[in-house]
C-alpha cells in the first residue's frame, strides 16, 4: 500500500511555488507554504488570489470551492513549521548551494519518514540529496509552469533514492491528476534537456538578426502547432531561469548547443528579464503581465517599402502532392494557374488530384459547389516548359534534389518573361544555388510552403544575397492574398522551422539511444509538459525517417555543429528500411 501525503510543506512562492501549493490544495491537502519573509508570503498570496480569480471567472472553480481551497493554505516564514509534514517540495531559485541548504535544513527539522523533493528543472538532485542524512528519501518532483494547468511531472530517482519512495511519489502525482514520467538524475531530465537547446538555437537565430522576434515565434506556431513561439516562451519561463538551465545543462554535457547564448547574459545584465520585469524579448504592459504592447522593434508598414510587381498568372511544376496542393491554394484565391508535368498524363493526373482535393472540401462543407468548380476552371495543365511564358510567378515543386530543381530553373529562365518570379518550395537546399542557374538571380526567392499546403498557414520568404527587394515584396503580398502567414528569413540550410526543429528531434533520438528514458515517457513528456502537438518519434515516424536523415544531414553540412550530427540510431533505422508510418515501421510499428 502506497504512503499517503495529507500534509504537505512548499517552500518558495513564486510563480512555480505558488502554482504547486495551489495544486495541493485543489485535491484537499493541508498545505504549509513557507516564503521568506512577509513580502515573499504577499507575494506569494497574490499568485494564488490571481490564479483561482482567474479559474472562477473562466467557470473552473466556484467561489465557494476556491474559498475552501483557500483556506487549506496557510502561511509562515519559518521552516519550523514543516516539521509535521509528509512531504515537503523545494521551489526556491535554481541555485543548487540555496536549494541544498533548505533541504538540509528541513533533515533537522522533519521527521526521519518525511519524504523531501526538489521542484528543480535542472540541478542535480544527487548533489542536493547528499547534503541531507536521509538521501534515499529525495526525490525531484519537477512541476511545468504553470502548475495548476500543465499535467507531466518528472519524477527524478537517483541512485540512492529508496524504490517505494518512488512509487509513493508517483501514486502521489497521479492523485493530484498529473502525468507523472520517472527518471534518472540527468541535467534537464527530459523536457528541459530538449527544449531549451531548442529555445536557445532560436535566441541566437535572433541574436544574429537572422529573422525577426515575430517571424521566428510565428513560424514556430503556425509551421508546428506549437502553442508559444520560442521568444515568448522564453519570455514566461524568464531569461534568467532559462539561463541557470542552459548553463547547468552546459556544464555537465559540454554541448556547445547548450552553451547560453550571449544576448541571454546581456539581457539580463539590463534587467529584461521576460514577463516577470515587464520587459524581455517583447514589451509587457506592466510586470507579470502577458499583454505585449508595442516597442521599438515592433515591425511597422513603412512608405519606403518596395513596390510589389503584379501577379494573375502562376505557374506551379511539379505533380506532387505540394505541388498540387499549391496549385489549388492559387486557384481558390482567383489566379489562373498552369500546372506544368513531365507528361500528359501526369498532367491529367495531377489535375485529379487538385479536383479530387476539392470534391473533399466541398463534401466536408468548406467548399461550395459553385467554387469548385470555378477554382477547377482555372487551372490548365500543361507539358512543355513554354505553356509558362506569360505567368508573372512561377513556383517550382519538384523532388528536393538540387540537380533536378537546377535543371527546372534554367528552362525556367529560358522561356519566362522578364520580370516574371521565379520561386522554389524547397524545405532545407540553398536557394542561391537554384538562383545561379538562371541569368536572372535577383528575381529568384525561396517560397517554402508547408504540406499540406491546403491547411498550413506558414510560408518562409527567403531572400538570397541576390534576390531584388521588390521580389521579396512580391512574394510576401502574394502570401497575405493566399491567407498565408509569411516569415521572413535568410538563405539558410534549414530556414527558421526546419533549423530548429531537427536538431531538436536528433537530440530525442540521442537521448533514446543513451537509454535514459523510453519513446514513450518522452514523447509524453513533451506532449503534457510543453503542450506540443505531437512528440517527437511520432512526428520523426509522420515526416519520415529518411527525409528527416537528409534534413540533419543538410544541417550538419551547413553548419558543422557536432551537435547536428544525425544520431547513429537514426541512421541504423533508414539503413533497416524502417521509414516510419510509409513503411509500417519506424520509431513504432504500425499496422
Sequence with gaps: MTRQFDTVGVIGLGTMGAGIAEVLARTGRTVLAVDVDDEGLARGRGHLDHSTGRAVAKGKLTAADRARLLDRITFHTSLDALADADLVI????????????????????????????????????????????????????????????????????????EPDVVTDVVAFAESLGKTPVVIGDRAGFIANALLFGYLNHAVRMYESRYATREDLDAAMRHGCGYPMGPLALLDLIG?????????????????????????????????????????????????????????????????????????????????????????????????????????????EAALGRVRGSLDKAVARGRLAEADRDAALARVTPAVEFADLADCDLVVEAVAEELAVKRSVFRALDDV??????????????????????????????????????QVMKLVEVVGTIATSADVVATARRVCLDLGKQPVHCGDRAGFIVNALLFPYLNDAVKMLEAHYASADDIDNAMKVGCSLPMGPFE??????????????????????????????????????????????????DYT
Design 90 to 161: 523545494e521551489a526556491v531559485p535554481e541555485q543548487l548551494d540555496r536549494k541544498a541548504d533548505v533541504l538540509a535544513a528541513l533533515d533537522r527539522i522533519c521527521g526521519p519518514d518525511t519524504v523531501l523533493a526538489s521542484n528543480t528543472s535542472s540541478l542535480s538532485i544527487t548533489e542536493i540529496g547528499v547534503r541531507t542524512g536521509r538521501p534515499g528519501k529525495v526525490v525531484g518532483m519537477h512541476f511545468f509552469n504553470p502548475a495548476p494547468v500543465l499535467k507531466l511531472v518528472e519524477v527524478v530517482r537517483t541512485v540512492v533514492t
Design 239 to 347: 531569461l534568467d531561469t532559462a539561463y541557470e538551465i542552459l548553463d547547468t545543462m552546459y556544464h555537465q554535457s559540454r554541448n556547445r548547443l547548450h552553451a547560453p547564448a550571449p544576448l541571454l547574459k546581456q539581457m539580463i545584465t539590463a534587467g529584461l528579464l521576460g514577463r516577470k520585469s515587464g520587459r524581455g524579448f517583447y514589451a509587457y504592459d506592466g510586470p507579470d503581465s502577458p499583454t505585449v504592447v508595442p516597442d521599438a522593434l515592433t515591425p511597422v508598414a513603412s512608405a519606403d517599402a518596395a513596390p510589389a510587381r503584379e501577379v494573375r498568372r502562376v505557374g506551379v511544376v511539379g505533380t506532387g502532392v505540394m505541388a498540387t496542393g499549391i496549385a489549388e491554394v492559387f486557384a481558390k484565391r482567383g489566379y489562373d494557374v498552369v500546372l506544368r508535368a513531365r507528361s500528359r498524363d501526369k498532367a
Design 416 to 453: 519566362c518573361k522578364p520580370g516574371a518570379v521565379l520561386a522554389t518550395t524547397t524545405s532545407s537546399l540553398p536557394v542561391i544555388e537554384c538562383a545561379a542557374a538562371t541569368s536572372r538571380p535577383g528575381d529568384v526567392v525561396g517560397l517554402h510552403f508547408f504540406n499540406p499546403a
Design 539 to 588: 512526428l520523426l515516424d509522420v515526416v519520415g525517417l529518411d527525409v528527416s536523415l537528409a534534413i540533419e544531414r543538410t544541417l550538419y553540412l551547413e553548419f558543422r555543429e557536432a551537435g547536428f550530427a544525425p544520431a547513429p540510431l537514426l541512421e541504423h533505422l533508414v539503413t533497416a528500411g524502417r521509414l516510419g508510418r510509409k513503411t509500417g515501421k519506424g520509431f513504432r
